[in-house]
């Protein structure tokens, strides 16, 4: 085992011990929501078209108790509608993926993915005009759809430029994170913990006609093991470790991304280098929703 390598599950101090200072980031966190919109409220009203209201409530959570029954499917046979849906100019979403550009996301697919996926789809109405700033947004439940950035850098991560094959998502929320990674992957499956937000992402997704999206009512601090291993899994929620349950789902090879910690969280990456091993380093600080166990 490297210096880099370490049993699991780890604790919050066991990864700072590992690496030391934890590295600043100029970005604004996931859950600074409201103060990153008031900042950019100004240039929203001067420079962007008002966007069509549609209403949506949901959460970034994670699931519980061990239901085995088979995901439900956001599937039909056709593709992904043109990115804009006639209700948001092409041009908005592409100045949002500029600025996640020039923020250090370099991999073309995710960006790709990111500018398809229309965003203003997954927001209350009453923020629908801040569906495309660089800002974390309040969905109901104490819960939040992810700044784009942070979905775009997490997506990267975990693609790290390869193909992806199977992915678990723990924590749907509204189903944006899902849709970006519907882009990315073969097969997509994500776990909400709360009943009422998983039959919204079902809704919130289903219009978009995704066929490679399974969404499931359950535990995300147990995974999937019916359906494991993954290549991939992301965490959309911070708890003081991973889960052990998810790193046995993991593949050999495979990578997981997920905040760890309490007040102070940092981005952690998790490769299974064998059978019984796993590496893990720190990448970047960060702010999420705590992890929890238990359907509600």
């Not at 069509?52 to 409530?57: H, S």
């Not at 990115?83 to 100019?89: E, F, L, N, T």
């Not at 991999?107 to 203003?120: F, G, M, Q, S, T």
């Given at each position: 085992?490297?210096?880099?390598?370490?049993?699991?599950?780890?604790?919050?101090?066991?990864?700072?011990?590992?690496?030391?200072?934890?590295?600043?980031?100029?970005?604004?966190?996931?859950?600074?929501?409201?103060?990153?919109?008031?900042?950019?409220?100004?240039?929203?009203?001067?420079?962007?078209?008002?966007?069509?209201?549609?209403?949506?409530?949901?959460?970034?959570?994670?699931?519980?108790?061990?239901?085995?029954?088979?995901?439900?499917?956001?599937?039909?046979?056709?593709?992904?509608?043109?990115?804009?849906?006639?209700?948001?100019?092409?041009?908005?979403?592409?100045?949002?993926?500029?600025?996640?550009?020039?923020?250090?996301?370099?991999?073309?697919?995710?960006?790709?993915?990111?500018?398809?996926?229309?965003?203003?789809?997954?927001?209350?109405?009453?923020?629908?005009?801040?569906?495309?700033?660089?800002?974390?947004?309040?969905?109901?439940?104490?819960?939040?759809?992810?700044?784009?950035?942070?979905?775009?850098?997490?997506?990267?991560?975990?693609?790290?430029?390869?193909?992806?094959?199977r992915v678990l998502e723990i924590g749907t929320g509204?189903?944006?994170?899902?849709?970006?990674?519907?882009?990315?992957?073969?097969?997509?499956?994500?776990?909400?913990?709360?009943?009422?937000?998983?039959?919204?992402?079902?809704?919130?997704?289903?219009?978009?006609?995704?066929?490679?999206?399974?969404?499931?009512?359950?535990?995300?601090?147990?995974?999937?093991?019916?359906?494991?291993?993954?290549?991939?899994?992301?965490?959309?929620?911070?708890?003081?470790?991973?889960?052990?349950?998810?790193?046995?789902?993991?593949?050999?090879?495979?990578?997981?991304?997920?905040?760890?910690?309490?007040?102070?969280?940092?981005?952690?990456?998790?490769?299974?280098?064998?059978?019984?091993?796993?590496?893990?380093?720190?990448?970047?600080?960060?702010?999420?929703?705590?992890?929890?166990?238990?359907?509600?």
């Amino acid at each position: 085992m490297t210096a880099n390598e370490k049993r699991f599950p780890l604790n919050l101090s066991s990864v700072v011990d590992q690496r030391g200072a934890l590295r600043k980031s100029p970005t604004a966190m996931p859950q600074t929501a409201m103060q990153n919109a008031a900042i950019h409220t100004k240039n929203l009203k001067n420079n962007l078209p008002p966007l069509a209201k549609t209403v949506v409530t949901s959460s970034i959570s994670n699931a519980s108790s061990a239901s085995k029954r088979e995901p439900d499917r956001i599937s039909t046979n056709k593709a992904l509608p043109s990115a804009g849906m006639g209700m948001v100019s092409d041009k908005i979403r592409q100045a949002m993926v500029a600025r996640v550009a020039q923020q250090g996301v370099k991999d073309n697919l995710v960006l790709a993915a990111l500018e398809a996926i229309p965003r203003h789809l997954f927001i209350e109405s009453g923020l629908a005009s801040q569906a495309y700033i660089d800002a974390s947004l309040p969905i109901g439940h104490h819960q939040t759809i992810s700044q784009p950035y942070i979905v775009a850098r997490m997506t990267e991560i975990l693609r790290n430029g390869k193909n992806l094959q199977r992915v678990l998502e723990i924590g749907t929320g509204c189903g944006y994170q899902a849709a970006v990674l519907s882009l990315v992957a073969k097969e997509v499956y994500s776990i909400e913990r709360i009943k009422a937000l998983h039959e919204l992402a079902k809704n919130n997704l289903r219009p978009m006609r995704i066929a490679n999206i399974r969404l499931h009512y359950g535990d995300g601090m147990l995974g999937l093991p019916q359906v494991a291993p993954f290549d991939g899994i992301i965490l959309a929620a911070a708890g003081l470790e991973v889960p052990r349950a998810l790193l046995e789902q993991l593949a050999i090879g495979g990578r997981l991304i997920a905040p760890v910690g309490g007040r102070q969280q940092v981005l952690q990456l998790v490769e299974r280098v064998s059978q019984h091993e796993w590496a893990s380093s720190v990448l970047e600080q960060c702010h999420f929703v705590p992890l929890h166990q238990g359907v509600v």
